[in-house]
C-alpha cells in the first residue's frame, strides 16, 4: 500500500524526534478527515508564495482552496508552483514546489487535500493514490523534486495532533525510497542534519532545516478570519 500524508505534499506532521519535537505535516500517519477552511484570497495568495524566496516564488504560479478544489489564481512562468495545503482541518502549510514536483508531488498532494475535504480515512486516500500511480494519472518523480516551506506564516500541526505554529523554516528534497542509511544518517534523528521523512516509500524526502522564514508580505495575511 502506497503510504503518504498530504506532503503536502502533500502533503503537506513528519515524526517525533528523540528530541521531543514533533515534526510537521508531512509524514505517512498525518492527517485527519473534515472540512478545510477558506481564507481571504489574497491572503492565500500571499500565506502561498510565502513559502519560498522571491527569487523562487516572484514567477511561480499560484493556487487557492475554494473549499472543494483548487482555483489558479495566478499564472507563472517559471514551472513553480505555490499553494496552501491543510493536511489538518486546522493547519495551514505554505509549499512551493519546482517544476518537476509541480508534475509529480504536487498532483497527489492536491488529491490527498481534496479526499481529506470529503471526509475520507487515510485508508481510503492510500487506496486512491495508489490506483492512480498503477494506472499513470499520477506519477513519481524522475529527479529529485525541492519543496520549500519556509514561510513564516505556517501553522503545521503535529503528528499527536498537537499544533506546532511556524515550527522552523525547512526544505523538502524528494528522492523516492530513499533511506538514511544512504545520506549517511544515523538511526536517531538530528536537526543538526538532514531527515529522511518517509524514508524507504516512494514519497520520501530529506528535510533540511534553513535559518530564516520568509515573511508573509500582507501585514494582515495571517490564519484568522478562516471561513469554513
Given at each position: 500500500?502506497?503510504?503518504?500524508?498530504?506532503?503536502?505534499g502533500?502533503?503537506?506532521?513528519?515524526?517525533?524526534?528523540a528530541?521531543a519535537?514533533?515534526?510537521?505535516?508531512?509524514?505517512?500517519?498525518s492527517?485527519?478527515?473534515?472540512?478545510?477552511a477558506?481564507?481571504?484570497?489574497?491572503r492565500?495568495?500571499?500565506?502561498?508564495?510565502?513559502?519560498?524566496?522571491?527569487?523562487v516564488s516572484?514567477e511561480?504560479?499560484?493556487l487557492?482552496?475554494?473549499?472543494s478544489g483548487?482555483?489558479?489564481?495566478?499564472?507563472g512562468?517559471n514551472?513553480v508552483?505555490?499553494?496552501?495545503?491543510?493536511?489538518?482541518?486546522?493547519?495551514?502549510?505554505?509549499?512551493?514546489?519546482?517544476?518537476?514536483?509541480t508534475?509529480t508531488?504536487?498532483?497527489?498532494?492536491?488529491r490527498?487535500?481534496e479526499?481529506w475535504?470529503e471526509?475520507r480515512?487515510r485508508?481510503e486516500?492510500d487506496r486512491?493514490?495508489?490506483d492512480?500511480?498503477?494506472t499513470?494519472a499520477?506519477?513519481l518523480?524522475?529527479?529529485?523534486?525541492?519543496?520549500?516551506m519556509?514561510?513564516?506564516?505556517?501553522?503545521?500541526?503535529?503528528?499527536?495532533?498537537?499544533p506546532?505554529?511556524?515550527?522552523?523554516p525547512h526544505l523538502?528534497?524528494y528522492y523516492?525510497?530513499?533511506?538514511?542509511d544512504?545520506?549517511?544518517l544515523?538511526?536517531?534523528?538530528?536537526?543538526e542534519a538532514?531527515?529522511v521523512?518517509?524514508?524507504?516509500t516512494?514519497?520520501?524526502?530529506l528535510?533540511?532545516?534553513v535559518?530564516?522564514?520568509?515573511?508573509?508580505?500582507?501585514a494582515?495575511?495571517?490564519?484568522?478570519?478562516?471561513?469554513?
Amino acid at each position: 500500500m502506497v503510504r503518504r500524508r498530504l506532503g503536502t505534499g502533500s502533503a503537506i506532521g513528519l515524526a517525533v524526534l528523540a528530541t521531543a519535537h514533533t515534526l510537521v505535516a508531512q509524514g505517512t500517519e498525518s492527517g485527519r478527515p473534515g472540512p478545510r477552511a477558506v481564507l481571504d484570497r489574497e491572503r492565500e495568495v500571499a500565506l502561498a508564495v510565502s513559502a519560498a524566496p522571491d527569487a523562487v516564488s516572484a514567477e511561480a504560479t499560484v493556487l487557492v482552496w475554494n473549499g472543494s478544489g483548487f482555483d489558479r489564481a495566478r499564472e507563472g512562468t517559471n514551472g513553480v508552483t505555490c499553494y496552501v495545503a491543510r493536511s489538518w482541518p486546522e493547519s495551514l502549510e505554505p509549499h512551493c514546489f519546482d517544476a518537476e514536483g509541480t508534475a509529480t508531488i504536487l498532483p497527489i498532494h492536491l488529491r490527498e487535500m481534496e479526499l481529506w475535504n470529503e471526509g475520507r480515512s487515510r485508508a481510503e486516500i492510500d487506496r486512491v493514490i495508489a490506483d492512480g500511480l498503477r494506472t499513470g494519472a499520477f506519477r513519481l518523480p524522475a529527479r529529485p523534486v525541492m519543496s520549500y516551506m519556509m514561510s513564516a506564516g505556517q501553522q503545521l500541526i503535529g503528528d499527536d495532533g498537537t499544533p506546532v505554529g511556524a515550527w522552523r523554516p525547512h526544505l523538502m528534497i524528494y528522492y523516492p525510497y530513499l533511506t538514511p542509511d544512504a545520506m549517511g544518517l544515523g538511526a536517531t534523528p538530528s536537526m543538526e542534519a538532514a531527515v529522511v521523512v518517509d524514508p524507504g516509500t516512494p514519497f520520501s524526502n530529506l528535510m533540511v532545516v534553513v535559518n530564516d522564514f520568509v515573511a508573509v508580505r500582507s501585514a494582515d495575511a495571517g490564519a484568522g478570519d478562516a471561513r469554513r
